[in-house]
């Protein structure tokens, strides 16, 4: 299996993933979306649970840090670690 240059830097995932089962945003918790100062998260008013809305993380962590709830998980790159 070949593997072409624009392939190479492609994510798999979102960097930034909110476990639903932990996430308390239903209960009035911003915490992370207040707390991300490139403004990526947002709140799903549908769902009442965060979300990553723009993947243009910087893996600076206070959304994994500061969340009440431990729901919030930031993938760093190997590179990046």
């Not at 089962?21 to 947002?42: E, N």
Request: overall charge negative.
């Amino acid at each position: 299996m070949s593997t072409t240059p624009h392939n190479i830097f492609q994510r798999s995932a979102a960097p930034v993933t909110i476990d639903e089962d932990k996430c308390i945003a239903d209960k009035g918790c911003t915490v992370c979306v207040d707390v991300c100062p490139l403004d990526l998260l947002a709140i799903d008013l549908s769902k009442g649970k965060a979300y990553m809305k723009f993947d243009e993380c910087w893996y600076c962590m206070p959304c994994e840090k500061d969340c009440p709830t431990d729901a919030v998980r930031v993938d760093i790159p190997y590179l990046l670690r």
